[in-house]
């Protein structure tokens, strides 16, 4: 059974920084496609990150710059680190999977089947 368990949110002031960690389990990790999305009250859900296969990443381009998604796969654990973070970041953040052979990755929810149970993010200026 596939299980996603993101941590490290909180509360920071504008410029701060946090480290989302995402631990997976139930499939073979280092060849899936992660993710990183995130959603504000009233807001649609949005893709901020992903990785596939260590080296191909994809950022929305708010948080080019600031944020980066890494993986490490002894771990079978990945990464958001998000420095300089701004009030308009402060959101639900939620990790995903794709776990099929030739997935492609990207920012589109709706390539990824499987999603863990969030962890809360606010940025207050």
């Known amino acids: 059974q596939v299980q996603l368990v993101e941590s490290g949110g909180g509360s920071v002031q504008a410029g701060g920084s946090l480290r989302l960690p995402c631990a997976a389990s139930?499939?073979?990790?280092?060849?899936?496609?992660m993710g990183w999305f995130r959603q504000a009250p009233g807001k649609d859900r949005e893709g901020v990150a992903s990785?596939?296969?260590?080296?191909?990443?994809t950022y929305l381009d708010s948080v080019k710059g600031r944020f980066t998604v890494s993986q490490d796969n002894a771990k079978n654990t990945f990464y958001l680190e998000m420095n300089n973070l701004k009030p308009e970041d402060s959101a639900m953040y939620y990790c995903?999977?794709?776990?099929?052979?030739?997935?492609?990755?990207?920012?589109?929810?709706?390539?990824?089947?499987?999603w863990g149970q969030g962890t809360q993010v606010t940025v207050s200026s």
């Open positions: 995903a999977a794709d776990i099929r052979v030739f997935c492609s990755g990207g920012l589109a929810a709706q390539m990824y089947s499987y």
């Open positions: 139930g499939y073979t990790y280092s060849g899936a496609c």
């Open positions: 990785i596939h296969r260590v080296r191909t990443t």
